[in-house]
Structures are given as structure tokens and as C-alpha cells.
């Protein structure tokens, strides 16, 4: 069992959406289908899943097809909240200036 901080991998999902910024071109892939590709496999975290894969439209038409985001669907809720959270922790986060606006009062 992994722990609850750890990166979400390619095998905690049901299914990856893959989209090609370049030409538009976006499809969902089941795990299995993924798992067919050189590099890939259900250790594979999903942040680095983008970087292995290749669009084979742009590729056909000349263009390198490197730009791919990938976007899952887990396999459960508390593994989606889990992943979630392991994102949001691992961001840079800026301090939040906040000011506290006091309701005007009127006095008569």
C-alpha cells in the first residue's frame, strides 16, 4: 500500500483522456492501451505520462506532436481526493494578502 502523499500513477486510474494542443486531436485511452507503449507502465507517475507519449496526427503531418495533456479518471473517489491533494500540496503557493472590510456603521 502506498502512502496517501505519494504521486498518483497510471494505475490508479480507469481511464486517461490525451489531448494534442497542436492539432486538437484528443481521445480517451483505457490503462491496457497505454500500457502498449515503449516507456509506460502502471508505475508510470502521471505527471511524467504527457512527456512519453506523441501525437501520431502531428507526426504524420511533420510537427514534432510533443505538446500532450492528459487528463484521468480514477477508479475511485478517495483515490481522485488523494491525487487532488498530492497536486495542490506540491504547488508553489503564494501568501494571500486578505483584507477584512468591516460593514460601515451608522450612527445617528
Known amino acids: 500500500m502506498r502512502l496517501p502523499t505519494s504521486e498518483p500513477l497510471l494505475g490508479d486510474v480507469a481511464s ?3 489531448e494534442c494542443s497542436d492539432c486538437g486531436r484528443a481521445r480517451w ?3 491496457g492501451q497505454l500500457l502498449r507503449f515503449p ?3 502502471t ?3 502521471l505527471a511524467k505520462l504527457s512527456a512519453r507519449l ?3 496526427a502531428c ?3 511533420g510537427l514534432p ?3 500532450i495533456s492528459v487528463q484521468a479518471l480514477f477508479v475511485s473517489e478517495r483515490v481522485r481526493v488523494r491525487a487532488e491533494a498530492h497536486i495542490l500540496n506540491s504547488r508553489e503557493v503564494l501568501p494571500e494578502v486578505s483584507r477584512a472590510i468591516a460593514p460601515s456603521r451608522r450612527t445617528g
Do not use: L, R
Open 54 to 56: 506523441t501525437c501520431s
Open 65 to 67: 506532436g510533443k505538446s
Open 29 to 31: 485511452w483505457q490503462v
Open 39 to 41: 516507456g509506460i507502465f
Open 43 to 45: 508505475g508510470t507517475p
Open 16 to 18: 486517461v483522456s490525451v
Open 59 to 61: 507526426q504524420e503531418d
